[in-house]
């Protein structure tokens, strides 16, 4: 089933912060190694947040270089959706402290957490608000700040998390729409797998350790993303009547090179056509699709017209795929 669509992507910007956290600083952190480190993960370094900086931060100044890019004007928004997990209050929303740095006027802001699914679900809410006719023009953001969740004294989880910020502006265009299918799903009981605690500590009566501090299940969660996530791919094709021959990037949560690189070699598709940003900025939650697409725009891969695959999963677990078409101009 194609995806009724009026909408398009048609800005990016992003922001990491300048504190780099390298293989050989992790590893006199923990007992571990560069050589370890990219055997498992593929990953060399990530970005850190400074004490004072937060993922509000993040995410105005993503906004801030996508205004610069961006050569329309962004004063007619008037939704703005945060992807984040790390939201630097319960309440207000990030959403909202972004509205009152920019001062934009009947603005709606809302924050959503489907953790790494998180850009992939807001892409998805603002071609639906846009094409019903109730919005025009939606800023969706990305952000997180994962190092002041992530347990440093943990030598399997401390060396994959990294923060950073994307934006994406989604606006109404009837005659040239971006949004063509998409595919989600949940499956809640692998919740236990990767948590972070909030005002509970069980979960369906399992004591939960943690802390406030991220826990995962590397080898669950692994299993899980490479076993569904073929099959996503090959619902998405179906459903857009396409091959993968006729995708030109497949650009999926960077969540760990190694499990991207099952899941290619799995769903068939070569490595020469996905774009990630783990390498560099480490697994970055939901931002991690947005700082691998505005990778593939700097580096000169990525062109107005492309057919992409985006496929964001998480924890939850929870994951949402989507097929569009890139629509921002080249700068």
Not at 215 to 226: L, S
């Amino acid at each position: 089933m194609k995806t009724l669509s009026k909408a398009r992507i048609s800005a990016i910007g992003t922001y990491v912060p300048e504190k780099r956290l390298t293989n050989e600083d992790l590893e006199k952190i923990v007992d571990t190694s560069d050589e370890w480190i990219t055997q498992r993960t593929g990953m060399k370094e990530r970005r850190l947040a400074c004490e004072q900086e937060f993922t509000s931060d993040l995410c105005i100044k993503a906004v801030e270089n996508l205004k610069h890019r961006y050569k329309g004007t962004l004063d007619d928004i008037d939704m703005i959706i945060v992807s984040t997990t790390t939201a630097d209050y319960a309440f207000p929303s990030t959403a909202c402290q972004i509205q009152e740095h920019f001062g934009w006027a009947d603005v709606g802001a809302v924050d959503v957490n489907a953790t790494c699914a998180g850009l992939t679900y807001g892409l998805h809410m603002a071609n639906g608000l846009i094409t019903s006719g109730l919005h025009r023009k939606i800023l969706v953001i990305s952000g997180e700040t994962l190092s002041k969740v992530t347990d440093y004294t943990d030598r399997t989880s401390c060396i994959l998390f990294g923060d950073g910020a994307g934006a994406l502006l989604v606006e109404r265009d009837e005659t040239a729409p971006g949004f063509i299918t998409f595919v989600q799903g949940t499956k809640g009981d692998g919740a236990r797998h990767l948590y972070r605690t909030g005002l509970r500590s069980d979960l369906k009566g399992e004591q939960l350790a943690g802390g406030g501090k991220m826990v995962q299940n590397g080898r669950e969660v692994y299993k899980w993303a490479v076993r569904t996530i073929p099959d996503g791919i090959k619902t998405l094709l179906k459903q857009a009547d396409l091959n993968l021959e006729d995708i030109d990037w497949f650009v999926p949560h960077s969540a760990n090179l190694r499990m991207i690189e099952s899941i290619c070699e799995k769903a068939g598709i070569p490595t020469e056509k996905v774009l990630t940003s783990v390498e560099w900025f480490g697994n970055t939650s939901s931002a991690s699709i947005v700082l691998a697409l505005d990778e593939a725009v700097k580096n000169d891969k990525l062109k107005k017209g492309d057919t992409l695959l985006l496929y964001g999963f998480g924890g939850g677990f929870t994951y949402t795929g989507l097929i569009v078409k890139w629509g921002v101009p080249a700068s």
